[in-house]
Nanobody, 127 residues
């Protein structure tokens, strides 16, 4: 089992940047593919980005491609989401999630694939 704690959210002007972090407990962080999702009231939780166990495979939603970068540091049990050129439509609660997998390069973009979730961190982008 793993516990996830997000941090780094806040209020930023359009065009600005934020870096979200997600710290995981436990000694098996490298056994999990890690994803970032976001939720806005009235909408379903939306896939943002995912990174494989090895860190060698990443995948992004079209809406953030070229602006957001996901990375991980398995030695620090942490996954990051660097968000640049932020837009008001990026405003949401951002969640990290962990999917246990035996496959080094496997990734998932659906919420139901993920077993563990953090509590979320609010990102607000003002126009």
């Amino acid at each position: 089992q793993v516990q996830l704690v997000e941090s780094g959210g806040g209020l930023v002007q359009a065009g600005g940047s934020l870096r979200l972090s997600c710290a995981a407990s436990g000694r098996t962080f490298s056994s999990y593919a890690m994803g970032w999702f976001r939720h806005t009231p009235g909408k379903e939780r939306e896939f943002v980005a995912v990174i494989s166990r090895s860190g060698g495979i990443t995948y992004y939603a079209d809406s953030v491609k070229g602006r957001f970068t996901i990375s991980r540091d398995n030695a620090k049990n942490t996954v990051y989401l660097q968000m640049n050129s932020l837009k008001p439509e990026d405003t949401a609660v951002y969640y990290c999630a962990a999917e246990p997998t035996a496959r080094l390069h496997f990734i998932q973009v659906v919420t139901t694939a993920y077993d563990y979730w953090g509590q979320g961190t609010q990102v607000t982008v003002s126009s």
